[in-house]
């Protein structure tokens, strides 16, 4: 195994997993991409082991701070710890089960649906021990369907093809998910990320618990999750998104949960949805808004703020005095009082006033590292709006 020597350590021992390539004593280009490399300070003392790629932004990414071997051994005591933690306060048998860094396994996702799991390698470093991974997640987890969704955007950034594929059993029938009391049916291989928006799940109750009554909207809807919860709980619902294969999978999950009387889709593009609605003052009793991320990369900042600032204050105008808001940013970029700021302005174009009920983040297995501030990255934002 190689030696990468750091000059500026100080991220590394305050407990970040990424190393940038100035924060490198020489060029990541000598090394082989993908590599695992040993990490050392400049007076070789041992900072850690991680892979390499000299193609990318961060030059390496930390798997351990021991002398350990980086096998199956090694991946399989980590998923393992994943799990356990998730033990602490899942209660489904639906779960992120690996959260990329959140778990110190950067570039690593694994969504379990049932008895089928999402698997997405998302960096360069992490797919050459793909072999061993995919070994240890079938010894922990014996599903009877495996997926590959290597079809992020991500893997570009990395140097890496985009693919999906099925490599153990098949979705003759689709996989059927509980959350608490309300059953989804998903498509972990043709749906948007690995299949279904897991990180949303406590703000969908929390929201729901809250709006019980009157009528309600949901843009950007995708499968419906956000509209079969709040139809639950007795709101009548209507779902907005462009995508027909979300559409009628949302009409499906409704009727899946006999709430097909409550709920009705529409496939639209949401701003000209919103655009329509716009003379509608004061129609809806509960909002959702729950938009792809707008903000991908520092340089669109402005433009995404932009977007979002306009659907939000289109939203409070939509709804009667004391509605219901739930609206939120997966955009990284976009941290939490960035988007307070934006909801300000927004409540101001609206001419409306608006009180926080709840601030929150992702679910609870989508675990924050606290010295990897990147790994929280949603914010959902419920209020009262006047």
């Known amino acids: 195994m190689e030696i990468v020597l750091v000059n500026r350590p100080s991220r590394i ?87 990329s860094e959140g778990d110190l396994l950067p570039g690593l996702i694994v969504d379990k649906f049932e008895d089928c799991i999402s698997v997405q390698f998302l960096t360069l470093g992490m797919e050459a021990q793909s072999s061993v991974v995919l070994e240890a997640l079938e010894e922990i987890f014996s599903p009877k369907t495996i997926i590959l969704r290597n079809d992020s955007s991500a893997r570009t950034l990395e140097g890496i093809a985009l693919e999906k ?33 897991l990180d949303q799940a406590e703000n969908r109750k929390a929201f729901s618990s809250l709006a019980g009554k009157g009528v309600g909207l949901d843009l950007f809807c995708y499968t419906g999750a956000w509209s079969v919860k709040l139809a639950g709980a007795g709101v009548a619902m209507t ?42 003052k004061e129609a809806y009793d509960a909002v959702v808004l729950d938009p792809p991320a707008f903000v991908k990369s520092k340089t669109r900042i402005n433009e995404g703020l932009r977007a979002y600032r306009e659907s939000n204050g289109a939203c409070m105008k939509l709804l009667k005095k004391g509605g219901l808001f739930a609206t939120s940013s997966c955009s990284y970029h976009v941290d939490k009082m960035t988007f307070l700021d934006m909801l300000r302005d927004a409540a101001r174009d609206a001419g409306r006033t608006a009180r926080v009920i709840e601030i929150r983040s992702q679910a609870k297995d989508h675990p924050i590292s606290l010295t990897v501030p990147e790994t929280e990255y949603l914010k959902c934002v419920i209020m009262e709006v006047n």
């Not at 100035?22 to 490399?37: I, M, R």
């Not at 153990?168 to 059953?183: A, N, Q, V, Y």
């Not at 998104?241 to 009409?251: F, I, L, N, T, W």
């Open 239 to 280: 779902g907005v998104d462009s995508s027909e294969a979300a559409v009628k999978q949302a009409e499906k999950n409704a009727e899946l949960n006999g709430l097909s009387d409550k709920c009705a889709f529409v496939r639209s593009d949401v701003f000209d949805f919103i655009k329509a609605e716009s003379s509608k």
């Open 13 to 99: 021992l305050a407990g970040h997993l990424w190393v940038f390539s100035n924060e490198l004593s020489t060029s990541p280009k000598k090394f082989v991409p993908g590599a695992l490399v040993e990490l050392q300070d400049r007076k070789n003392n041992f900072l850690g082991i991680g892979y390499v790629n000299p193609h990318s932004l961060i030059s390496v990414r930390i798997l351990t701070r021991q002398k350990e071997e980086i096998n199956k051994d090694f991946f399989k005591k980590r998923i393992d710890n994943a799990l356990q933690y998730r033990k602490r306060f899942v209660t489904s048998n639906s779960f992120r089960a690996v959260f």
């Open 165 to 197: 594929k099925i490599i153990k059993g098949d979705l003759s029938t689709l996989p059927r998910i509980k959350e608490d009391d309300t059953i989804f049916e998903i498509d972990p291989f043709s749906g948007q990320k690995t299949g279904f928006f």
